[in-house]
Each structure stands twice: as C-alpha cells, then as structure tokens.
C-alpha cells in the first residue's frame, strides 16, 4: 500500500513540473517570427544602432548629401593638409596627447609621484582623468 501512494505521488509532483515548464515557456516568450518583425520594424524606422552604440540612440538618417563627391573630397584633402584631422586610429584631442619632453629631472617626479601616492591624491589603476 505504501508504495502505490509513493508512487502515486511521484507522477503527481513530475505532472506538474511538466505542466509548469510547458506554461512558462510559452507564456514568457515571442515567437520567432514575432522577433523578426520587430526587428525589420525596428531597422525600418531607423531606431537600430550600429557598432557600440545603444539601441534608439542612432541618428535619423538623413538621405543623400548636398554636396558633390569632388567637393567633399577636395575639403578632405585641405584638412589633412592643414593637418585638422586625427591620425588614423582612435582619434585622440590635441590637447590631451603627450608631448615626450618634461622641463622636470627623474628623480623630481618620482618624488612627486611618491608624495601623491602616500597622500592618496592618485587615481586607481585604469582611471581616465575627468576634463
């Protein structure tokens, strides 16, 4: 007699755990198709973003420039020539980049540094400055 109610009681307890799983799983999710049209909806409207940006914060696009291609590349070429654009890369502000030379003896920054350190005036490892 135990083992009938023992099993009885088993096959009641794995009929509801089916019966859960298969109730959550539809009820929590879309379907595929219902995820490609949002997705085509979505790159239609111009609200999804390319590379590291965030989703709906891509500009509106704007169609077709007003200006002829010889035009843009001619302005193109001035600015290199005035040097006005960034080197090829992560493109860095003028100001921000280092210069290599110091008016200050090793031995000076070292002390300086040294003294910051025991102050705690320094950044943690991998902090930007805040400009």
């Given amino acids: 007699m135990k083992m009938k109610t023992a099993l009885s009681l088993i096959a009641t307890v794995a009929a509801a755990m089916v019966a859960q799983a298969a109730y959550a799983q539809a009820a929590s999710s879309p379907s ?13 409207e111009g609200k999804t973003a390319a590379g590291e940006a965030t989703p709906g914060a891509a500009p509106a696009a704007t169609g077709k420039s007003d200006k002829a291609r ?7 070429k001035a600015a ?9 890369g992560e493109a860095t502000p003028a100001a921000a980049t280092a210069t290599g030379t110091s008016d200050k003896a090793r031995a ?13 005036t320094t950044l943690p490892a991998g ?3 805040k400009k």
Wanted: no cysteine; aromatic share 0%.
């Fill in 32 to 44: 595929r198709a219902e995820v490609k049209a949002e997705a085509k909806k979505a790159v239609k």
């Fill in 70 to 76: 010889a035009d843009v590349k001619a302005e193109t």
């Fill in 80 to 88: 290199v020539k005035e040097g006005k654009t960034p080197k090829a």
């Fill in 108 to 120: 000076d920054v070292k002390a300086e540094t040294k003294k910051a350190v025991k102050e705690g």
């Fill in 127 to 129: 902090e930007a400055t």
